[in-house]
C-alpha cells in the first residue's frame, strides 16, 4: 500500500465518522424535536436527510459497523423492518460476535413475522456464547419464540 492509498483510507476513515455524526444529528433532531410532537413530515424530512449522510458515511467505509447499526435504528423507528433487518444483517456480517445485535436482528425478523428466522438466529448465537447467564437468557428468548408460535 502506497503512503496516498494509507493517508486515501484515513482520510476516508474521518469523513466516514463526519457523516455518521452528522447522520445521528439529524436522527436526533427527528426523533426527539418532531416525532414527539406529532410533526412527522418534518420528521420525514429529517429522515430523509439522516439515511442520506449514513449512507455517505458507508460509501466511504464499507465496514463502518456504527454506521450500519445507526441505519438499522433509523429503518426500525420509521418501521421498514426489512430495510432494519438488511443493516442490521450488514453489521453482524461484519462482527458476528456481536450478541447485542445478533439478538436484535432476531427481534426485527419476530417483527417482520419470520419467527423461524428469529429462533434459528437466536440458537446460532446461544450455540457460541460460552457464558452461562447469557446462554439462559437467549435460550429464554428462544422458549418464548416456540411458545409464542
Same mark, same amino acid.
Given at each position: 500500500?502506497? *503512503?496516498?492509498? *494509507? ?121 457460541? *456464547? ?20
Amino acid at each position: 500500500m502506497t *503512503v496516498s492509498q *494509507v493517508y486515501t483510507a484515513e482520510e476516508n476513515d474521518r469523513d466516514a465518522t463526519f457523516y455518521n455524526e452528522k447522520g445521528l444529528a439529524y436522527f436526533n433532531e427527528g426523533f426527539y424535536k418532531f416525532t414527539p410532537k406529532a410533526r412527522l413530515e418534518e420528521a420525514a424530512e429529517v429522515y430523509e436527510l439522516t439515511e442520506t449522510e449514513f449512507k455517505k458515511a458507508l460509501a466511504l467505509n464499507p465496514s463502518f459497523i456504527e454506521a450500519y447499526l445507526n441505519l438499522a435504528r433509523l429503518y426500525y423507528v420509521q418501521k421498514d423492518y426489512y430495510q432494519t433487518a438488511t443493516a442490521y444483517q450488514e453489521a453482524l456480517d461484519l462482527e458476528p460476535e456481536n450478541i447485542n445485535t445478533a439478538v436484535t436482528l432476531a427481534n426485527t425478523f419476530y417483527k417482520m413475522g419470520e419467527h423461524d428466522r428469529a429462533r434459528i438466529l437466536l440458537i446460532a448465537t446461544r450455540d457460541r *456464547v460460552t457464558n452461562n447467564g447469557m446462554r439462559d437468557l437467549l435460550s429464554a428468548l428462544i422458549n418464548n419464540i416456540e411458545t409464542d408460535h
